[in-house]
């Protein structure tokens, strides 16, 4: 019954945001820490950040240093993504997971995942 849905993709130009939403049901975010990952075509799915239950947080990727920020309102039982200044190469599938505890890359296990939602940062 645990369920994470990933929304708030889509098409925008170069150096503009968009702020992608995780939300889940069927369990109580407090008890989690979420990661946002992605994965562009023909790459290896990439860790971007993770967020404890206690709001804080850690990154992953230099290139996204300073434009995305990683957010979560326990009472509305979402994680977000802001994403600024958007490049092509932000294009991907974003996809939002969940773990017990510890914030962890790639690397380590989430049991939990959406299905994920597309972006496409194009002119």
């Known amino acids: 019954q645990m369920q994470l849905v990933e929304s708030g993709g889509g098409l925008v130009q170069p150096g503009g945001s968009l702020r992608l939403s995780c939300a889940a049901s069927g369990f109580t975010l407090d008890n989690y820490v979420i990661g946002w990952f992605r994965q562009a075509p023909g790459k290896e799915r990439e860790g971007i950040s993770c967020?404890?239950?206690?709001?804080?947080?850690?990154n992953y990727l230099d290139s996204l240093k300073g434009r995305f920020t990683i957010s979560r309102d326990n009472a509305a039982n979402t994680v977000y993504l802001q994403m600024n200044s958007l490049r092509p190469e932000d294009t991907a599938v974003y996809y939002c997971a969940a773990r017990r505890v510890y914030c962890t890359g790639i690397g380590g296990y989430y049991p939990q995942w959406g299905q994920g939602t597309q972006v496409t940062v194009s002119s």
């Open positions: 967020i404890r239950s206690d709001h804080s947080s850690v």
